[in-house]
């Protein structure tokens, strides 16, 4: 079983994300491992891109502050091989297929894998267009997380089906961001992707933020991602964010969790 099938194993699944460098690659390597220790299940590592379509205000500001810092891949990469001698959870990337083209694909993928990342989520590539990374994701052992949206409708079988690690349910229309209502018929949607592989687990995001949010959506998918409401945090308290952001997870994770009680 993959550490990402384990990540699913213990009730629902808390998925935390933040982008790395934000404040500073120091301060997120301490947030990182504070929240393995808070109780997350897997965490998203955010690559900052200068051009992140799919991220609301929240997140862009985060991928300009870690840009103008000086995160670049190979530190991240670097932060990660020491995160990966104090956490075993289950760490995924995210980040856009310019990050990955630039650094080269197979370099990029093989580097992954080798410093203990396990998956790679890519949201400004098509579904159709995921074969340009797939074989260097199969060939060096990272699955390649694909996304269902809203608008996927009869899309949704066919990536469920040949879908990898989990499959990313996309909560609401648009960039990322918190959101105060959640009105997409979400039951429906994880039914569907459900019946097309049944074995797959299937995490919710985009919006989510409180607990009683984290509550409901538990309550249909097996995981729930936090990612805008946790950077936003991290911008707002930056080097201070540690302790703060670790209750957040916690509380988070448990409230996900009131669901399978």
Known sequence: MSRIAQ?????K???PFLTCGDPDLETT???????AEA???LIELGIPFSDPTAEGPVIMAAS????RGGATTDKIFAMVRRLRKKISIPMVFMTYANVVYSYGTERFVKTAAEIGIDGLILPDVPFEEKDEFLGDCRRFGLELISMIAPTSDERIDRIAKEAEGFLYCVSSMGVTGVRSRITTD???MIRRARAA??????AIGFGISTPEQAEEMAG??????VGSAIVRMIGDLGADAVEPVADYVRRMRAAANRSAE
Not at 29 to 35: T, Y
Not at 197 to 202: A, D, I, K, S, V
Request: proline content about 5%; aromatic content about 8%; hydrophobic content about 50%.
């Open 64 to 67: 300009e502050r870690a840009l």
């Open 7 to 11: 990540a699913f194993q213990n009730g």
């Open 186 to 188: 979400l039951n429906a």
């Open 29 to 35: 390597e301490r947030l990182v491992s504070a929240m």
């Open 13 to 15: 699944a808390f998925i």
């Open 220 to 225: 249909y998918a097996d995981g729930v991602i």
């Open 197 to 202: 592989n049944p074995q797959l687990p299937c």
């Open 39 to 41: 109780g997350a299940d």
